[in-house]
Each structure stands twice: as C-alpha cells, then as structure tokens.
C-alpha cells in the first residue's frame, strides 16, 4: 500500500486544476485518472473537440489549462424553428424582435454583475454559501429557466435564439436545466468564445510523478483517512481525497442517493455536403423538438453534428456525407434538475466538479477551491 498527503480522484477540468493549484504550493499529493482531460474531448490530430467545445473570453482559471483556438462567430449561425423556417443571426426577424432582445441583454448584465462576484467567492467558499450570500442568484438555481424567461418578458427571443444555443451546448430543455445555468451558458452569445485546445501531454509532463494512471474502484476509511482502490489491485491511503469525478461515479463512490440527471449527446465528424438550408451558415442550431441540436463547420471544412440520439438521421441533414468518426456520450452533462451535491462531507473528503453548475470554469473553479481547503488547514493545523 502506498500513501500521499492527498489523492485527487479524476483528471477532468476539476481534478487538474485541484492538481495544479496544490502543486504550486508545494503539496504532496497524487492524481489519479485513466482519462486526463475527462469531458474534454480534443481530438488533436483532426483538431476537433467532441467534448467541452468553447472558453470563453471571461474564463480565468479554466483558461491555464486549455488554449484559445478558432474565435466562433456568433452571427454566422442560422436558426432553425422547423424544415420550412429559419432565419439568420443577422436578419429582418432579428430586427422585430430588438425591444427583446434589449430586454435580454440587460437580464445578462445584471446576471453577469453577480456571478462574477459569486465564481470569485467559490474559489474560497462552499458554493452553497455563495449562493445563501446572494439571493438573487439563490433564486435562479432553483429556477427553470423557462420560468425566467416568462418572468423577464423575453419568452420569444429565447425561444426563437437563445433556447437554441443554449439546447446546442447542453442537449437539454428550458424546462429541464435551471435559469442560473442557461444564463451561464448563454454568455456566449454576447461574450468572445473560442474553440478550445488541450494538449494532455503538457499538463502530464507539468504533473510529472503526481500523475497515476489508473482507474478507481472503491473510496473508503481507515484510521488515519482514506483507503483509494484501484482496478489494478493497488491501494493507496490518504489524509484527504478529492472526488471530481462525473456526477454519477461519484455517487457511486460516494453512495449519494440524488443527483442531477445527464444529457445524452452523440457527436458525428463528418466530410459532407450539406443540404442547401444548412449551407449558409457555419453553424446551424436546431429547437429542442429536434434530435439534431447543431451542426458547425470546422477549420478544414469538415463538419460536427451533435445529435441528443444516436440513431438521428444524418441524410435528413446532408446530401451525401462519410463519416470520420464519432463519439457517443451517454452521460454528458448533468444539467437536469435542481439536486446540490455539497463540496465536503468531512474527515478531509471533498468533491469538485460541474456537478452544481455548467461549464469548464465552474469545474475549474470547484478544483481550485478543494485545494484551497487543503493548503488552509495545513497553514492552520
């Protein structure tokens, strides 16, 4: 059996930027993952992401581990109510429906003017008193977003755009995620966003011997902390562990009774020619009656479907298409519902990841806060 100070349990967003926030403080600490990177999918041969697909301009933390890539263009995107009804970002329709989206843009501001102040606080605080301290954003975690939109007036606009967008990036309905987490998400529409690039490479070589890789089976107690199992045999015991694992491998880990439900996505790279409704723009966005949630063009003009089926019908979309490759993401992110998973359950155990909000920045941030607990009590043991 082998030991460390700490044992990071998943090389996701989460558990790399617990990684590296303990290694600049020079703790003794193991991170242990079969998949560096978790919903990170970046294909870098093809330099295509089938995961986690943007940053934004407004990442910080999330930003030291992945790279700026292609800037996307909002207004190169085409809206999609139905076969026979689309419009540009950049159009007539756009111009009858301004009062709203004025009205939309001011719901954004004064979202953004607390949730930048609340991810900074979650860098030192639980997230759930974050949220206790703020209750304006107390109330939108625990609202549909539908419910939001009806509230803010803004009900068409959202149905005819930013359900869309925000349907593309998480596969689930306005009645299913909470208005925090589409408003969250629909900072993209008004903030710069890129592509992103990870090279899981340089961040092994930065974590160098703090890197097992190895699968996990089990978490438990023994006198003096915590037993980590792994699939291989081995066993390595720990004052403190950090889970940021997915939501439902923690719970497993863990014996959670609740947690949010997933979005299911399938992801088609393809070389096609698509239909001539889909062809002028570089990315088509589909309503959530749809099993087609986007389609966008890639660098060298091949193109990525996500569909929220895996049988959808790619010949509903192109003309003739082949496919690259895929991937199928049966739980990929646990946007649904309004179940809190706490960040501490005592004796030096901690959990970190998106698991009470979208995004690689929320991840990154719930990292950096476990290791901010770890350093504290160090500093004040």
Excluded at 4 to 25: D, H
Excluded at 26 to 48: H, M, N, P, Q, S
Excluded at 65 to 83: E, M, R, Y
Aim: aromatic share 12%.
């Amino acid at each position: 059996m082998q030991e460390a100070k700490t044992i990071i349990v998943g090389g996701g967003m989460a558990g790399m930027s617990c990684a590296m926030k303990l290694f600049e403080a020079g703790e003794d600490f193991l991170l242990v993952t079969d998949d560096l990177g978790g919903r990170i999918k970046y294909a870098a041969e093809a330099k295509v992401n089938f995961g986690a697909y943007f940053v934004m301009a407004s990442y910080v933390n999330a930003k030291k581990l992945v790279s700026k890539g292609q800037w996307i263009n909002p207004l190169d995107s085409c809206f999609h109510n139905s076969a026979d009804e689309r419009f540009k970002a950049v159009s007539w329709h756009t111009l009858t429906q301004l009062s709203g989206l004025i009205r939309f843009y001011f719901a954004l501001r004064e979202f953004s003017k607390h949730y930048e102040i609340f991810k900074q606080s979650c860098l030192t605080i639980p997230q759930k008193d974050a949220l206790r301290a703020d209750p304006y954003l107390e109330k939108i975690f625990s609202m549909p977003a539908a419910q939001f939109a009806k509230e803010k007036n803004i009900e068409q606009v959202v149905a005819d755009y930013v359900s869309k967008f925000a349907y593309a990036c998480t596969g689930a309905s306005l009645e299913q995620i909470s208005a925090l987490d589409f408003l969250n998400v629909s900072m993209g529409m008004v903030t710069p966003i890129h592509c992103l690039i990870f090279e899981p490479e340089n961040v092994a070589q930065r974590l160098g011997k703090h890197l097992v890789r190895e699968s996990v089976v089990s978490v438990g107690k023994w006198s003096g902390g915590h037993v980590v199992s792994m699939e291989s045999g081995q066993t390595y015991r720990s004052e403190k562990v950090v889970i940021a694992t997915p939501a439902f491998v923690t719970q497993r880990l863990l014996g959670l009774e609740k947690i949010r439900k997933a979005s299911s996505i399938y992801v088609f790279h393809i070389k096609a020619e698509l239909k001539p409704m889909y062809r002028g723009a570089s990315m088509n966005l589909f309503p959530t009656t749809s099993k087609f949630m986007l389609t966008v063009k890639q660098y060298d003009g091949s193109y990525l479907i996500y569909a929220r089926e895996k049988d959808a019908d790619l010949n509903q979309i192109c003309e003739r298409f082949e496919t690259l490759s895929t991937l199928d993401w049966e739980k990929a992110m646990y946007v649904q519902g309004a179940a809190f998973m706490e960040q501490e359950y005592g004796d030096g155990l901690y959990v970190a990841g998106d698991h009470n909000g979208l995004g690689l920045e929320p991840a990154a941030i719930s990292g950096i806060f476990a290791a901010n607990q770890i350093i504290k009590k160090k500093v004040n043991s």
